[in-house]
């Protein structure tokens, strides 16, 4: 037997419980467990057990006894405080399904459907065709006092209530149970559960002798068990605890390409996981410890059992224990130095001594010669113990000098809290020549991670649960094996540094005594550490990015979801990368929904003129101001266009003056407000929808300059030719009203205003008293936009754009009362500051819109009104908008390279239907109008109105 090194032991398998073997559901005792089904704790009071010739599983000591029992009294698993599934969480949530492919999820075969949920909350933990079986009946064993007068009658209900669950149960998972193990659910799996804890519920009574901590193991093993017949992989409470879950690890490719040293009790590599070499005493297989931190790291997804963070990683592993579970620091050395030679990148150890959080011992190991020249790049993590003690001792670190790749991980529980029995790392310090420099304190190098009844495979095929710090750094050593498989030029120190600087704090703010530098979150650490400090490549040119964000307009991608942003961000002396969706940083819409903003629009009092029902939002209050000779002054009013976003400070109408020669024709209009409807010169389109370039097709490149001031004159070129020319301005503020407070609010951080200004020329033609012909020119500039389009950040269009638009136009007055207006545009679009840059439009855009529109007053009376529209609205018919940056090119040595990507503009061709109808109601004093709006084709995007919207408007006049 090895020399015992001060109790130096595989300190962590705390708590052993609910052993699962395939094809059963049903767990076996073995000579460690009592026969009441109470399980063993190998650190309590002044027992020792690793000390001398006790077996550290030896004696009848009761891991959920006293103060320190985590479900203890009316607190369980399924109720009250502690709830592992609890909030929102979708583990499965996204594009990439874990479980995609023969074995689909629905009809009888569902894990958690029904009406029975003894795990609490709003759990979803499988997304889409899996419901949430854990259902109605939550915690509903509670507290009975054996000696109440009523205590027969309440077990009895209770006996009735189990009951029900496995009726529930079978009726879901019957017929999979029976598929798979050729028994009887009910006598196989239901009878053995409950003769397990002794219950009998043919005999109400028996219930009493349940402790509260058997009540949570049965609840437990009735959870993993129905989990076993699936065909899924068991969640677990502590995926949504670290922000873990299957669909982010296959994104990243699930650690492919990293190797894990494990040193740790040697294990069968038959448990599907990717053991490349083991060392060390290679025939001891009969304790199950080395087999569950190993599944924690890398099991597969495989659809049985447990499921490991980095399911790419591979594993070296050594195992320096004997028979009797002891080891030396010797064995633990050469152990090390075995693992490192072998080309581990992090090595997980879950082994020290009792009462150390870290023990003087490490340093001369990580210190030794052979394992520095080897390992100077190879990341330590070192479960912190399970005494429940805080080290007050420093450690002499002088022989290592170092404490960037090492990371120690304690323990937390379900609501993440300190775990009782977890080590903490005090205000202890690794100190180089006696000194402790700034960083080299303990808790700078200290993580928890959930280590409570974790879900770890029992070495035999089947799954167990377990707890101690030993299963809580699995977690952190598999989230380096992310970490590093994505950036794999990252060096230990760097993978330390993301891990510790993404920790979620717990305790007191900041690093702290006794959760270090916090809770494991492992998306965060996949994901950029500060957003105020990624920067942009172009060639040479970084580009600071505070920022980042979009607001589409009419800037229509093939496929946004797949263009990307490449962003950086600088670690230590190197970098990392993140590709960002165009759809991540996209902002749709404004303050009203689509189909709310049309039904505002269309059924307001504005819209419809009470003179004969014109359909026009262009009525106006006029006050004349001065009248001499032919020369006349007037004031002008009306409302505003209701999807104007108009913020505080700015009028609440519309304003202008009108100065004309009642002789000549010639007129000059001054004013604030809808230049677009104001310059048309089409009566037909009278309504602020046509000449909007999200719903309307009447020149809609005017229309984006449409809001602000604008300006415009006109004469007779010809008895029946008119010639006019118009100025109009936009300036909006990218801002979201608060819809219950009013309050103001960036879309963008950062984000200025949108600007743009038009200048347009028309000329009408009457060609006789039934027909008209129009056409016009528009120039458009956006001064940091792009077809109402703006971003920011790398996504700037800096120095703006530029539009020429042609539009033609007719209107006609046609048979059975019929008036028809049509109206065309054909838009070409370049890039004036931004090309050279990172974006840039190399072949510029051309875009087309048209809207046909007719009326018909008198329908189905003398007064009432239909109104019926075919519209496209602005629509990219070519154009392509080019990408640039560096981008890495060798994910093992992070080469950068100058790429150019082409993102295709365009998309599917929008149109649409839009019917108004109006008629008076009780003479005259009110009217009933219709309105709806259909989408024919297209996927529409930006503020697009889609799908379909109706609504009807019963108004009066008072």
């Known amino acids: ?431 180089v020549f006696g000194r402790c420099r700034e960083g080299f304190r303990l808790m700078d190098r200290f993580l928890v991670a959930p280590g409570e009844l974790l879900l770890v495979s029992d070495g035999e095929g089947g799954i167990t649960r377990l707890s101690g710090t030993s299963f809580a750094a699995p977690l952190v050593s598999g989230a380096a094996a992310l970490v590093m498989g994505h950036w794999g030029w990252l060096e230990s120190r760097d993978v330390a540094d993301v891990l510790l600087l993404s920790a979620r704090d717990l305790g007191a703010p900041g690093t702290d005594a006794v959760y270090g530098r916090g809770l494991l979150d492992i998306d965060a650490a996949m994901s950029p550490l500060d957003d105020d400090n990624l920067f942009a490549l172009n060639g040479n040119e970084r580009q600071s990015v505070s920022l980042l964000g979009l607001v589409p307009g009419k800037l229509n991608f093939h496929s946004r979801g797949e263009n990307t942003v490449v962003l950086y961000e600088a670690i230590n002396d190197t970098f990392r990368d993140f590709e960002v969706s165009l759809d991540d940083v996209t902002v749709e819409g404004d303050d009203q929904t689509n189909e709310e903003a049309s039904v505002t629009t269309y059924l307001t009092e504005r819209l419809f003129g009470r003179a004969g029902f014109a359909f026009s939002d262009t009525s106006e209050i006029s006050r004349t101001m001065s009248i001499r000779g032919n020369l006349q002054i007037s004031a002008v009013a009306s409302r505003l266009d209701p999807r104007d976003h108009r913020t505080s400070g700015e009028l609440g109408f519309q304003a202008g003056v009108v100065i004309a020669d009642t002789s000549s024709g010639r007129e000059v209009r001054l004013g604030a407000g809808e230049g677009a409807l104001a310059l048309n010169g089409q009566d037909g389109f009278g309504l602020f929808s046509d000449h909007r370039p999200e719903t309307g097709g009447v020149n809609p490149v005017l229309g984006f300059a449409s809001g602000g001031a604008y300006a415009m004159t006109g004469f007779q070129l010809a008895e029946n030719t008119r010639l006019s020319f118009g100025f109009s301005g936009n300036h909006e503020e990218r801002v979201f009203v608060m819809p219950l407070t009013g309050e103001e609010r960036p879309i963008f951080d950062g984000m200025g205003a949108y600007e743009a200004a038009a200048l347009v020329t028309n000329v009408t033609h009457t060609v006789s008293d039934r027909v008209s012909v129009q056409a016009s020119y528009t120039y458009l500039r956006e001064d940091a936009g792009l077809l109402g389009a703006q971003g920011s950040g790398p996504l700037a269009f800096d120095g703006g754009s530029e539009t020429d638009a042609l539009t033609v136009g007719t209107e006609a007055a046609l048979p059975f009362a019929l008036m028809l207006s049509t109206s065309a545009t054909l838009a070409r679009t370049r890039s004036t500051g931004f090309d050279g840059g990172i974006l840039s439009l190399p072949d510029g855009i051309t875009a087309t819109a048209f809207q046909v529109t007719a009326r018909r007053d008198g329908v189905l009376g003398d007064h009432d009104a239909l109104r019926v529209s075919l519209i496209q609205p602005l629509h990219i018919e070519a154009g392509t908008m080019e990408y640039s940056s560096a981008r890495v090119i060798d994910r093992e040595t992070g080469e950068l390279a100058d790429q150019t990507d082409s993102w295709a503009l365009g998309g599917e061709r929008p149109l649409f239907a839009e019917l108004l109808y109006v008629t008076p109601v009780l003479g005259g004093a009110g009217d009933i109008s219709v309105f709806t709006r259909a989408e024919l084709s297209g996927d529409a995007t930006g503020q697009d109105v889609g799908g379909v919207a109706t609504g009807v408007r019963l108004g009066f006049d008072f």
């Open 1 to 431: 037997m090895k020399k015992l090194l001060r109790n130096t032991v595989a300190g962590s398998a705390l708590i052993a419980l609910t052993t699962f073997a395939a094809p059963l559901a049903l767990a076996n005792d073995d000579e460690d467990r009592d026969t009441s089904g109470q399980f063993l704790l190998p650190y309590y009071g002044d027992i020792n057990p690793f000390h001398g010739d006790i077996n550290p599983f030896h004696g009848d000591i009761n891991p959920f006894y006293g103060d320190i029992s985590p479900f203890w009294g009316d607190i369980e698993p399924f109720w009250g405080d502690i709830e592992p599934f609890h909030g929102d969480i979708h583990p499965f949530y996204g594009d990439i399904d874990p479980f995609w492919g023969d074995p689909e999820f629905f009809g009888d075969i569902e894990p958690f459907y029904g009406d029975i949920e003894p795990f609490w909350g709003d759990i979803q933990p499988f997304w889409g065709d899996i419901g949430p079986y854990w259902g109605d009946i939550v915690g509903f064993w509670r507290e009975i006092d054996p000696n109440s007068a009523d205590a027969a009658a309440q077990y009895a209900t209770l006996a009735e209530q189990i009951d029900a669950m496995f009726v529930e149960a079978e009726a879901v998972f019957g017929e999979a149970f029976t598929a798979k193990t050729g028994l009887n659910f009910r006598d196989a799996f239901m009878a053995e559960l409950l003769a397990r804890y002794g219950m009998d519920l043919s005999d109400p009574d028996s219930l009493a002798n349940v402790t509260s901590s058997q009540r949570s193991y049965f609840f437990l093993a009735f959870y993993d068990g129905l989990m076993s017949y699936t065909g899924i992989d068991h969640v677990d409470h502590w995926m949504p605890l670290v922000n873990w879950s299957p669909a982010l690890s296959q994104t990243v490719d699930g650690g492919h390409g990293v190797t894990i040293g494990l040193l740790d009790f040697a294990f069968s590599s038959d448990e599907a996981l990717n053991v490349r070499r083991s060392y060390g005493s290679q025939n001891y297989f009969n304790f199950n410890h080395g087999a569950a931190v190993a599944s924690l790291i890398n099991a597969p997804l495989d659809g049985e059992g447990v499921m490991g963070v980095a399911p790419g990683a591979a594993l070296v592993t050594y195992n320096p224990f004997d028979e009797t579970l002891s080891t030396n620091w010797q064995e633990v050395r050469d152990g090390v130095q075995r693992l490192v030679w072998n080309g581990a990148e992090v090595v997980n150890m879950s082994l020290g001594v009792r009462g150390w959080t870290l023990p003087q011992e490490w340093a001369d190991v990580m210190g030794d010669l052979r394992i520095s020249l080897r390992g100077y790049d190879t990341l330590y993590v070192v479960a912190a113990g399970n005494d429940g003690s805080t080290q007050t001792t420093d450690i002499n670190w002088t022989r290592v000098g170092d404490v960037s790749n090492l990371i120690v991980v304690g323990s937390v529980n379900p609501r993440g809290e300190i775990s009782y029995f977890s080590n903490r790392p005090g205000n202890a310090c690794l100190t």
